[in-house]
């Protein structure tokens, strides 16, 4: 057993996972799991540089982790920055901060090892399953990207696009510094005319319509599933592995944009911090699944977080 810390800090949220790797099994043991909102990615598609107050809330997480990590005795920490920090003119300021707080260099990775990162965290325990065709096509919908990466045991095809639920929300449902409530049929129609797009391009490396199984990460995908399942709080347990049928995601995305902001955040297992984007990430969502086919979701809430640890574990 070897005890590591994950940290994987992208546009939306901030997360952590300590936990006891065997190399030997695969298992993976969680110590401590845990994520804070904190919008690093906040005006980046509109500015390109990442705002002190964002910089602040995301420091304020970082110190809170390095306790955690420091109370836990991880041997190794390894600190992986996703998309906002990939496109902004500053990042030199936060990597700065990171390295101050928990003494390593966050890694600005590239949107391909991103996508290697959270197939291997969300197949590493699917391949065993009889239940589940091959090859298996990971989408994992960020704040400011969304991945794509189809295998079987391995990785065979990676591409990373620039849709995720807090671009889309900036870019379209603005209007006058204040988010459209609900949004008009004019701004959905341009989020789904961007993802069109950004599915055109990543058709041009990864072969969607051969995925067999769709295995959805991240926090949209998550509450969707919450949603569906009838949750009155969040349950890990229960949204892990559920299959969640496409005519159900969409039943829940023509909800979710035509609610008010009230509405959405009266969600019993809404997080507060999703209120304002899970609309525009509800639809990156039903845009894939109707793109790729698929009849259903296989949820999984092990993804780039659980890569990044195995990745210290070998």
């Known amino acids: 057993m070897k005890r590591v810390a994950a940290i994987d800090c992208g546009t939306n949220s901030i997360r952590l996972l300590v936990a006891d790797a065997d190399p030997a099994t695969g298992e993976l043991k969680d110590l401590d799991r845990r994520m804070q909102i904190v919008r690093l990615g906040q005006g980046v598609d509109r500015t390109g540089r990442l705002t002190p107050e964002a910089l602040e809330r995301t420091f304020a997480a970082c110190r809170e982790y390095a306790a955690v990590i420091k109370g836990l005795g991880a041997e190794q920490v390894r600190f992986v920055a996703t998309s906002a920090s990939r496109d902004a003119e500053n990042r030199d300021d936060f990597v700065r901060g990171v390295v101050d707080i928990l003494g390593v260099e966050p890694e600005v990775i590239t949107g391909d090892q991103e996508a290697e990162f959270s197939f291997n965290g969300a197949t590493k325990e699917l391949t065993g399953r009889a239940d589940l065709e091959r090859p298996f096509l990971v989408v994992d919908i960020g704040g400011g990207s969304t991945e794509f990466v189809l295998g079987e045991a391995s990785v065979r095809a990676a591409r990373s696009v620039d849709v995720g639920c807090v671009r889309m929300t900036e870019r379209h449902l603005v209007h006058g510094g204040e988010i459209s409530d609900p949004p008009s049929p004019g701004q959905i129609a341009a989020i789904k005319a961007d993802v069109a797009s950004a599915l055109d391009q990543a058709e041009e490396t ?24 009838g949750l009155n709080q969040y349950d890990s347990e229960a ?76």
Not at 206 to 229: F, H, M, Y
Not at 257 to 277: F, L, N, Q
């Open 239 to 314: 949204i892990h592995h559920s299959r969640i049928p496409v005519a159900k995601v969409r039943e829940i995305t023509d909800r979710l944009v035509s609610s008010t902001h009230a509405e959405r955040a009266a969600i019993p297992v809404m997080h507060p911090g999703r209120v304002d984007v899970i609309a525009a990430g509800a639809l990156v969502l039903l845009s894939i699944m109707e793109r790729v086919g698929a009849g259903e979701v296989v949820v999984s809430e092990h993804d780039i977080l659980d890569g990044i640890a195995w990745s210290l574990a070998g």
């Open 206 to 229: 990864v072969p969607l319509r051969e995925a067999a199984t769709l295995v959805g990460l991240a926090g949209s995908v998550t509450t969707v599933a919450a949603i569906a399942l």
